[in-house]
């Protein structure tokens, strides 16, 4: 009997897991049904980083294991994969900045707490967060940059996405190394999320998922 | 009578490095002639004043000030990070536009943005620069990579320096292609043979590489030209500069340099000793590339930037087992030689400061970003002076009054007792200037002691 999935890889036990999906794939188990395990352990991840009980390494590792698994998997699913139960959120690097580490982990995180991503990459320039907002009627737009550089490119976003009628429609949340709630009211934005957890709150207070 | 280097204690290496830094040189080796009398009393002054500060022996006249900027230098003089890296007057100019008008105890002299066309000329791949894949206006940003991959520990920690050559530099600067076809040096031992080793010198790729080298070589000879007559006119005006040059925490050489962030973590789980016997492999290293500098440049301090030990970046459990041993015996090692390590705790590292607290007493310099600064003090701050925290978002937009209220909380909470400085938290870009002046001035006016 194989054990259980959910478990092993919520514990990060990167050779158990991926033995238990080879395992199953082999005894010809619905890929789905290995995905479906495979993301609530997730979310059991996204969880114990919530209480502190994970941290970074932790996030990081179990989306390596992860990406293993969908490796495996997916030379024996047919179809599309499920769709997001939660809302569309769109998150980017502002224009002029380049780092990335804080705004994936806030992406990974909503990623497994049930959101539509929409991760526009870094040095993104205000008139593609306009575009993606229209493209996509995304209710949850996520501004990131570390340096104080950001803050006017940050600014500059939100006037765009106001200019373009647009602001009304969407809740925007900043984030980033030298954020705070003053430069939320610099830029114009609705919260500052001091990390990834609040980033998660936020969209979920926003787009009334649970 | 004075001492041999190799015989003196580290306490009288470490005032001796003092007594270097305090009475400078010219580019002769005789002494500097300040501007004037006035301009050697300030440098006296300040660097009596941070001494006091570091030592916690005695209290200084007052607490001394630092502004640690990145770019501000720059933007405060009307020029562009690309202007400042590419033009070496103008950026000369611009930081002693920036020193003359805040006019701190402490600088950072002119290094911050560094010679564009070297970086050019070798086709530097580790960071973006303006124009460079960044715009001009921005200042320059690392692009983090697995430029050492998973497998690759092994041959690290066999031989450092020849894994920098023939695989880490090549892979960081694509002009240094041909050093992937260079010999190990070390296999050169004997008459018979010996030519053998030197037959890559005479193929293309290498060549190419070393005439790259070459002028690499003139540009940073020239930008280093422009730096020396900088700090010899700033340190002649009277103003100080805060370190002679830095070293990094090993698990940072790894993870900021090697594998990247992604790739350190993952091999926590993956290769926890591999990377464990890395980093004791990197220590010395890291010790003698800190001493070496401080030497050179007859100058206590050495800046240790931390970057991926921060609070949430690891656990407690893998900081204690990763990040802080090695981390500590770098600064075991500088101390022993008398330097002063002066790590920047950039972000948040409050979960660390206890840990971190485990040094003897007067022997570091900590920049502290938004760590907990009340909770600094009572931790390192009681074996280490503190400096920073002033926040970079109040620099930029807050009012003066603000930023006056804010330093002279700082002040209450940190001064007492001596052993801070106060500064700003994080090198910053933008800031308003009258916010700047607001934080000298109020450690001018609150911070005499």
């Not at chain 2, 005789?30 to 941070?50: G, M, V």
């Amino acid at each position: 009997m194989a054990k259980d999935l959910r478990k092993t890889l919520a514990d990060l036990k990167e050779d158990e897991a991926l033995a238990i999906v080879k395992e199953r794939l082999d005894a010809g188990a619905d890929p789905m049904g290995i995905l479906n395990d495979a993301s609530s352990a997730m979310e059991i991840v996204g969880e114990r980083f919530s209480k502190s009980e994970y941290f970074i390494p932790d996030l990081i590792y179990s989306g390596e294991i992860l990406k293993k698994i969908n490796e495996l998997v997916k030379p024996k699913l047919s179809g599309e994969g499920g769709v997001k139960a939660g809302g569309k959120v769109i998150i980017g690097t502002v224009a002029g900045d380049i780092h990335d580490i804080g705004k994936d982990i806030v992406v990974f995180m909503l990623d497994v707490s049930g959101f539509d991503v929409i991760d526009l990459g870094v040095d993104v320039p205000a008139k593609k967060f306009v575009d993606t907002i229209n493209e996509t009627s995304a209710q949850v737009v996520g501004l990131s940059g570390f340096l104080t550089l950001a803050y006017d490119s940050m600014k500059q976003t939100i006037e765009a996405i106001k200019a373009a009628g647009l602001r009304d429609k969407t809740k925007i949340m900043i984030g980033g190394g030298q954020m705070s709630d003053e430069i939320k009211k610099y830029t114009g934005a609705d919260a500052f999320g001091k990390d990834a957890v609040v980033g998660v709150s936020l969209a979920r207070k926003w787009t009334g998922t649970k | 009578m004075v001492k041999e280097w190799a015989e003196m204690t580290s306490e009288e290496k470490h005032e001796a490095l003092f007594a270097k830094w305090i009475a400078p040189k010219d580019p002769d080796g005789n002494d500097l002639k300040f501007q004037s009398p006035q301009a050697e009393k300030a440098f006296k002054e300040s660097i009596t004043r941070i001494k006091d500060a570091i030592q916690m022996k005695k209290l200084p006249d007052r607490v001394p000030v630092f502004v640690a900027p990145s770019f501000f230098p720059a933007y405060y003089a009307g020029i562009t990070p690309q202007e400042a890296m590419y033009d070496y007057d103008k950026c000369c100019m611009a930081f002693k536009k920036f020193i003359m008008d805040f006019e701190p105890d402490g600088n950072l002299g002119a290094y911050v943005p560094g010679p564009g066309k070297f970086f050019e000329i070798l086709d530097y791949k580790l960071y973006s620069w303006p124009g460079h894949g960044v715009a001009p206006e921005q200042s320059y940003q690392c692009n983090e990579g697995e430029y050492m991959t998973a497998d690759e520990y092994d041959k690290l920690i066999e031989d450092p320096s020849n894994y920098f050559t023939h695989s880490y530099l090549p892979r960081v600067f694509g002009k240094l292609d041909g050093f992937q076809m260079l010999p190990t040096l070390t296999g050169i031992v004997e008459m018979y043979g010996v030519a053998m080793n030197f037959i890559p010198f005479g193929l293309p790729p290498v060549q190419a590489t070393y005439k790259a080298l070459f002028d690499a070589g003139a540009e940073a000879l020239k930008w280093m030209g422009a730096m020396g007559a900088f700090n010899s006119e700033i340190t002649a005006a009277g103003y100080p500069i805060i370190a002679a040059g830095f070293t990094k925490a090993p698990f940072d050489v790894v993870g900021d340099t090697l594998r990247g962030t992604r790739g350190v973590m993952v091999d926590m789980y993956r290769q926890p000793d591999k990377l464990l016997e890395a980093m004791d492999r990197l220590t010395p290293l890291m010790i003698k590339m800190g001493i070496d500098t401080a030497m050179m440049a007859g100058h206590p301090i050495i800046f240790m930037p931390l970057h991926k030990g921060a609070d949430g970046f690891l656990s407690d459990e893998q900081f204690k087992k990763f990040y802080w041993p090695t981390f500590k015996k770098v600064m075991m090692g500088l101390i022993a030689e008398g330097v002063v390590p002066m790590p920047a705790a950039e972000g948040h590292w409050t979960t660390r400061l206890e840990i971190m607290s485990d040094l003897p007493k007067g022997k570091t310099l900590w920049m502290i970003d938004q760590s907990d600064i009340a909770k600094a003090k009572k931790t390192i701050g009681k074996v280490g002076c503190l400096f920073g925290n002033v926040p970079s978002d109040l620099l930029v937009v807050g009012t003066p009054q603000q930023v006056k209220d804010y330093v002279k909380n700082l002040i209450d909470t940190c001064a007492k007792g001596g052993g801070y400085i106060v500064s700003n938290g994080a090198f910053f870009d933008q800031a308003k200037p009258e916010n700047v002046h607001a934080m000298v001035d109020a450690a001018r006016e609150y911070g005499v002691y």
